[in-house]
């Protein structure tokens, strides 16, 4: 193991719970109501099934191969050479899926709060203080988590209690007018951000109460996908068919509030979610990526690589749209198969082929 | 060697912190914009807009003590300015606007959007997008159509509040009328109704004598829009009604003759909620409106005891039928002549007939003037008010 540093299974969790959601809760809601319409808050319940399955897949992988990443065990399983060749494949992913997260930071930041600002510097001093995190190896990133999520969380809550007097729940009625299939197309985009539990097992090698692994896993995501039905309900609520037209819905809900003339204009609670939850987000993935590669290259620490990677990083996140219109258009069509492929089908196929192998074995040792 | 490490980590560190110094992009001084408390959208030619901004005077807010003792007294004019400029669409005009004021134009506290008749007779949705399209403007600030030029309702110096844009705001939320924010009125433009009704507002005539800009605009009715294009407008009386419908009704009074005497009672509305029913029976679409008023009298200009049960019962039936009569010119006008849903039936039926809404969908237009109304109201006058019997009317007048 490269990472000696260790957390808890509640860690793991508050890891999670931004590292899904941070990103999610500003673009999907939007993306959703373009095809859920006003079922959207069924969405996020069918695509975490998905999140479901890829816990349940990679505390499995995680059993039978307790102090590995997916880097290391998929060598395991299918070889040597396509093992490194799919371990290559797996760190290109997530240095692509990480710099379209720090993307839409920085998109969302210079697109409603800093529009002067290059966008190269809001995102390079982001991945810098990640950089520091990741760093610090497992044990500090988190610690950080631990530290925003109640944050992140308090002010979520805030919001939506202060949304309240504005909202108008006859909006989605009726309920499934179109049938199932609004909805379930809806939920294809979520299922991309739910895909991304495939991260715990990075995590799961260094845990200490690993047996508790699963049912914490599981509970972040049912918290994922019901802080989602929450946000959805709300901004379906507030704006009803409004919603898919704007870009950031949740941002727009939180300058509505105004209560008693003076309570108002507090995007800035977003910008605080925003910012606090794509840390542990980045920070996150950013992790992955670097445990990864020296996991890959068979290098005794982590710790080197961790500035040249978080340059890559913001290259990549420069290359990888034009504009905010590509990125969305690329999230909201090409992303969800692109993310479920990677993330939970080829995890899927490989804990298939570890059960068969292992049951073949079994039965040549009888 | 470890000095020599020590000393590279220390010049890095203090080549590297200058570049953190280099300045904020993004940083804005408060005495460096022009905060827009409203901005009204003309018609000049006919390509030209003209946008008027209301630019708010940051020095002489929270003066006014001092501007009393200097004796300023009644009006406290020259809080606001008001600055416009020409151009194709809203930001053309904007950057125009720039050109005339020193400081960077902020909409962030843009509370008050009002758009004038003509021009939204040809239609505001272009102007629409910029509103909901810029990051600094905020979705709940109101909009007003207005009679007469958007600008001039802009110049008004209000002798009680400190800009006409507050007037307009406190007008709004008071909800005696209209109440209509920017995320409503593009919801209700792109919803099932694609109707919309805005709160008109004209000028109020100044006293004479006194300086004519010394006035207020106020909510005089409502204008009706089709699409994105002025259809309409309805006077006071009628947008009452249309209250009812749209269950916006937060504060009335109610002035009517009883059948038993001569002179006034007068109801305060103290409690009111409104619900659409949609039926659909053999085809023929009809709506309920279910609504449940409570009252108070606060006037008995009559010499009926109206702490006589017996008359309160003939009250409530005649203050329910004063509300059927208020809510049904407004359906003449407004359902019948205008044909523009702003009650939003549309949605009604689409919630309570998913499968039937869809057909008709695309024929709304022609069905919607044929769905009847009905009505399903129950009014209660809970107190007499602090007094009994009509005052002023010696005991043998008064009627039990």
């Known amino acids: 193991m490269i990472d000696k540093g260790k957390i808890s299974a509640i860690q793991m969790a508050y890891i999670m719970y931004p590292t899904i959601l941070a990103t999610a809760i500003l673009l999907v809601p939007a993306i959703t109501a373009k095809t859920a319409g006003r079922d959207l808050w069924l969405s996020p319940v069918w695509a975490s099934i998905t999140g479901f399955i890829t816990v349940f897949i990679a505390t499995r992988l995680n059993n039978y191969y307790p102090d590995m990443s997916l880097i290391e065990f998929s060598e395991h399983i299918v070889g040597r050479w396509i093992g490194k060749l799919l371990g290559f494949f797996y760190l290109l992913f997530f240095l692509h899926i990480t710099a379209i997260i720090i993307r839409e930071y920085g998109e969302f930041i210079v697109g409603s709060f800093l529009r002067n600002t290059p966008i190269s510097v809001v995102m390079a001093t982001m991945v810098l203080v990640c950089a520091f995190n990741v760093r610090g190896g497992v044990e500090v990133v988190g610690r950080t988590a631990q530290m925003f999520v109640p944050i992140v969380l308090f002010l979520f809550i805030c919001i939506v209690i202060l949304l309240i007097p504005d909202l108008h729940p006859k909006n989605m009625l009726p309920i499934l007018e179109h049938g199932l299939k609004p909805s379930l197309m809806g939920s294809l985009v979520p299922t991309g951000w739910f895909s991304e539990f495939i991260l715990i097992t990075f995590l799961l090698p260094c845990m200490t109460d690993r047996n508790k692994g699963t049912k914490w896993g599981m509970i972040a995501v049912a918290t994922v996908m019901l802080t989602i039905v929450i946000t959805n309900l709300a901004s379906y609520f507030l704006f009803g068919a409004l919603t898919s037209t704007l870009v950031y819905p949740v941002m727009v809900a939180a300058r509505y509030i105004s209560i008693a003339d003076f309570f108002e204009h507090l995007e800035a609670f977003v910008m605080a979610i925003w910012v606090g939850g794509t840390f542990v987000k980045i920070s996150m993935f950013y992790y992955a990526i670097v445990a990864g590669t020296a996991q890959w290259l068979k290098l005794s620490d982590f710790r080197p690589l961790t500035l040249p990677i978080g340059f890559i990083l913001v290259m990549i996140s420069i290359w990888t749209a034009p504009n905010l219109q590509e990125l969305v258009h690329f999230l909201s069509s090409v992303s969800p198969f692109y993310f479920l492929s990677f993330q939970t089908v080829i995890p899927a196929l490989l804990l298939l082929l570890i059960m068969v192998k292992s049951r073949s074995r079994q039965s040549r040792g009888t | ?400």
Request: glycine share 8%.
């Open chain 2, 1 to 400: 060697m470890r000095t020599v490490c020590f000393l590279s980590k220390l010049v890095c560190i203090l080549i590297g912190l200058p570049c953190l110094l280099t300045g904020c992009w993004d940083r804005v001084e408060v005495n460096d914009l022009a905060l827009i408390t409203a901005a009204g959208i003309d018609k000049k030619t006919s390509k030209k807009i003209e946008l008027s901004v209301q630019v708010f005077v940051p020095r002489s807010s929270g003066g006014n003590v001092q501007q009393g003792l200097n004796g300023g007294g009644g009006s406290s004019g020259g809080l606001t300015f008001v600055r416009s400029a020409e151009g194709l669409t809203i930001v053309d005009a904007m950057t125009k606007l720039q050109e005339k004021l020193p400081r960077r134009v902020f909409w962030g506290h843009t509370e008050v959007f009002i758009i004038s008749r003509t021009l939204a007779e040809e239609g505001i949705r272009n102007h629409l997008d910029f509103m909901i399209r810029h990051p600094q403007v905020r979705i709940g600030a109101y909009v007003f159509i207005s009679d007469n030029d958007a600008k001039r309702a802009l110049e008004l110096m209000p002798p009680l509040e400190r800009s006409s844009s507050e007037v307009l705001r406190e007008l709004a939320k008071s909800k005696a009328m209209l109440k209509v924010t920017l995320k409503d009125l593009s919801a209700s433009i792109i919803g099932d109704s694609e109707s919309a009704a805005l709160p008109w507002i004209t000028e109020l005539p100044a006293d004479d004598g006194k300086n004519k800009n010394n006035t207020v605009p106020y909510i005089t009715g409502s204008a009706i829009f089709k699409k994105d294009k002025m259809v309409g407008h309805i006077d006071d009386t009628l947008t009452r009604g249309a209250l009812w419908l749209r269950d916006e009704v937060e504060s009335a009074v109610v002035t009517h003759t009883p059948k038993e005497a001569n002179g006034f009672v007068s109801m305060k509305l103290i409690k009111a909620r409104s619900e659409l029913i949609p039926h659909i029976d053999n085809g023929k679409w009809s709506i309920t409106l279910r609504g449940v008023t409570e009252d108070d009298i606060i006037q008995n200009a009559t010499n009926l005891d109206l702490m006589n049960p017996k008359h309160l019962g003939s009250l409530e039936l005649q203050l329910k039928q004063n509300i059927e009569g208020r809510v049904s010119a407004c359906l003449e006008q407004v359902q019948k002549k205008m044909n523009a849903d702003i009650f939003d039936f549309a949605g009604a039926f689409h919630r309570k007939y998913p499968k039937e809404w869809q057909q008709v969908k695309d024929r709304w237009d022609e069905m919607y003037p044929e769905v009847e109304v009905n009505f399903d109201l129950k009014a209660y006058v809970r107190r007499p008010g602090i007094s009994t019997g009509p005052a002023g009317v010696s005991e043998d007048e008064v009627r039990d």
